[in-house]
């Protein structure tokens, strides 16, 4: 398995450019299973999560063609209705397929995607939501059935929690429903915004964008239409993080800044600066005895859903706050099972302790972390483990970088352009 190699305690400077985010890529890529035709889509990241997602529309009869950052995608002719374990276990994200192939065909069978490294994980309230609008589930062999005779019909969803795929994939299966359907405590993630704009250039009508009710009035029929997909605000968050962590200076370009005022927030109560301009920020770190390298206040955060702390960089601000002056408090309230980086950080000399649904980080101040081999556990873990490897002295070897090479694209190129010492090392 791949390795990355990181020697730590060098201050990163320069310009990085922000990628189409990942779960946004996702549902727009799905939504296009919803009409036949030429769909382009702009700015999808080549990522190993956009690539199952493309290879699991081939497996339902999607042709597909991408040229630089844009992929011309052509869903005339659907020849399956099956999303296969082997695919769903290695993404979670194929269930998105769900709602587009209800809407299109009345029929889906996707595998029941079990748990993961961060929590149990269910996705009953999307089959709640299909069965609402008229559809009938029922599990055969590990495999969720779901079909609807004729067309669905409107309903009224109300979500428990505001759940992100399980609104994208209500959302997708209504648009093509007889009649109103209301989406009550929906997701407002700015990734179901972008979907909303897809499924509106596809003909789809839809009130209450970025809200938490979305009225969406069926129709009878849905084009192929051209979006562009926003720029990954995890990624751009990651990066944001890693500079308050090594120190220097950081442009951030093509990033949407007003998507990270929760993490902004936070970053500057700790003491960094943050200069927001259009498309794009700086962040740096004011000089301290001739370093760009301030003392951190910890600062402690709880996880919600957006426009909250989100649950994506929780991990990542941990292996700041392991640097912190002080002792922050982190509340994981979305999934139930998301420390699993906890030991690693400690393996580099963090000083963390669990309770319950919330770590106990005591800062043991900059310049004290040491570098040591590490085991990636999952997406954000990784970058946590990455933030913690490019701030600590000596070198620090991260295994099983499959899970970061999901979500963020070009990330050894990206760090190797703004000075960090780090390599990836072929198995
Ligand atoms: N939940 C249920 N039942 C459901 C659906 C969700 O109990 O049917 C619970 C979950 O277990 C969790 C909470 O509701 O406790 C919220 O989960 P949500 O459904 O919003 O998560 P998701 O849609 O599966 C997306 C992102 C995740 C991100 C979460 C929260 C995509 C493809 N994935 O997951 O991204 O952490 O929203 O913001 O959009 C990542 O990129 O690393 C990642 C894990």
Same mark, same amino acid.
């Given at each position: 398995?791949?390795?990355?190699?990181?020697?730590?305690?060098?201050?990163?400077?320069?310009?990085?450019?922000?990628?189409?985010?990942?779960?946004?890529?996702?549902?727009?890529?799905?939504?296009?299973?919803?009409? #036949?035709?030429?769909?382009?889509?702009?700015?999808?990241?080549?990522?190993?999560?956009?690539?199952?997602?493309?290879?699991?529309? =081939?497996?339902?009869? @999607?042709?597909?063609?991408?040229? &630089?950052?844009?992929?011309?995608?052509?869903?005339?002719?659907?020849?399956?209705?099956?999303?296969?374990?082997?695919?769903?276990?290695?993404?979670?994200?194929?269930?998105?397929?769900?709602? #587009?192939?209800?809407?299109?065909?009345?029929?889906?069978?996707?595998?029941?995607?079990?748990?993961?490294?961060?929590?149990?994980?269910?996705?009953?309230?999307?089959?709640? &939501?299909?069965?609402?609008?008229?559809?009938?589930?029922?599990?055969?062999?590990?495999?969720? =059935?779901?079909?609807?005779?004729?067309?669905?019909? &409107?309903?009224?969803?109300?979500?428990?929690?505001? $759940? @992100?795929?399980?609104?994208?994939?209500?959302?997708?299966?209504?648009?093509?429903?007889?009649?109103?359907?209301?989406?009550?405590?929906?997701?407002?993630?700015?990734?179901?915004?972008?979907?909303?704009?897809?499924?509106?250039?596809?003909?789809?009508?839809?009130?209450?964008?970025?809200?938490?009710?979305?009225?969406?009035?069926? @129709?009878?029929?849905?084009?192929?239409?051209?979006?562009?997909? +926003?720029?990954?605000?995890?990624?751009?968050?990651?990066?944001?993080?890693?500079?308050?962590?090594?120190?220097?200076?950081?442009?951030?370009?093509?990033?949407?800044?007003?998507?990270? $005022?929760?993490?902004?927030?936070?970053?500057?109560?700790?003491?960094?600066?943050?200069?927001?301009?259009?498309?794009?920020?700086?962040?740096?770190?004011?000089?301290?005895?001739?370093?760009?390298?301030?003392?951190?206040? $910890?600062?402690?955060?709880?996880?919600?859903?957006? #426009?909250?702390?989100?649950?994506?960089?929780?991990?990542?601000?941990?292996?700041?706050?392991?640097?912190?002056?002080?002792?922050?408090?982190?509340?994981?309230?979305?999934?139930?099972?998301?420390?699993?980086?906890?030991?690693?950080?400690?393996?580099?000399?963090?000083?963390?302790?669990?309770?319950? $649904?919330?770590?106990?980080?005591?800062? +043991?101040?900059?310049?004290?972390?040491?570098?040591?081999?590490?085991?990636?556990?999952?997406?954000?873990?990784?970058?946590?483990?990455?933030?913690?490897?490019?701030?600590?002295?000596?070198?620090?070897?991260?295994?099983?970088?499959?899970?970061?090479?999901?979500?963020?694209?070009?990330?050894?190129?990206?760090?190797?352009?703004?000075?960090?010492?780090?390599?990836?090392?072929?198995?």
């Amino acid at each position: 398995m791949d390795k990355l190699l990181i020697d730590g305690g060098v201050p990163l400077y320069g310009t990085v450019a922000i990628s189409g985010a990942k779960n946004a890529a996702l549902p727009l890529l799905a939504a296009t299973l919803l009409a #036949p035709g030429d769909h382009i889509l702009h700015n999808v990241p080549d990522l190993r999560d956009t690539r199952t997602m493309l290879k699991l529309l =081939e497996i339902l009869g @999607v042709t597909w063609q991408r040229t &630089g950052k844009t992929i011309r995608i052509n869903s005339d002719h659907l020849t399956g209705v099956e999303a296969p374990y082997d695919l769903v276990k290695t993404m979670r994200a194929s269930v998105l397929v769900l709602g #587009p192939l209800l809407a299109r065909t009345g029929f889906a069978r996707v595998s029941l995607p079990g748990g993961c490294a961060i929590g149990a994980r269910p996705i009953n309230y999307h089959l709640k &939501g299909f069965e609402k609008l008229g559809v009938t589930t029922h599990l055969e062999q590990g495999y969720v =059935e779901a079909a609807v005779e004729g067309r669905m019909r &409107g309903g009224t969803v109300y979500f428990d929690i505001p $759940s @992100v795929t399980g609104t994208e994939n209500v959302l997708m299966a209504a648009v093509a429903a007889q009649g109103e359907t209301v989406i009550e405590n929906a997701a407002k993630e700015p990734e179901v915004g972008n979907l909303v704009d897809m499924l509106v250039a596809m003909g789809a009508k839809i009130e209450g964008r970025d809200t938490d009710r979305l009225v969406i009035h069926g @129709v009878q029929k849905l084009t192929a239409a051209e979006s562009a997909i +926003i720029p990954d605000r995890i990624e751009t968050g990651t990066y944001m993080i890693a500079v308050a962590a090594t120190g220097g200076s950081v442009t951030i370009t093509d990033c949407n800044p007003g998507h990270l $005022s929760a993490l902004t927030d936070k970053l500057l109560l700790c003491g960094v600066n943050i200069e927001e301009m259009g498309e794009s920020l700086t962040v740096s770190c004011p000089e301290v005895d001739g370093r760009s390298l301030c003392r951190l206040h $910890s600062v402690d955060i709880t996880t919600l859903p957006y #426009p909250g702390f989100p649950t994506d960089l929780q991990a990542q601000f941990m292996a700041l706050m392991a640097q912190g002056n002080g002792t922050a408090i982190i509340h994981e309230t979305i999934f139930e099972n998301r420390f699993m980086h906890v030991a690693e950080l400690k393996r580099l000399g963090a000083d963390i302790a669990i309770e319950g $649904s919330r770590a106990v980080v005591r800062g +043991i101040g900059r310049d004290k972390l040491c570098g040591a081999p590490v085991m990636a556990t999952d997406l954000r873990a990784s970058a946590s483990l990455v933030i913690a490897a490019l701030s600590a002295s000596g070198q620090t070897e991260i295994s099983r970088i499959y899970h970061l090479e999901r979500g963020y694209e070009d990330m050894v190129d990206k760090l190797q352009a703004l000075g960090a010492r780090v390599e990836k090392i072929k198995a």
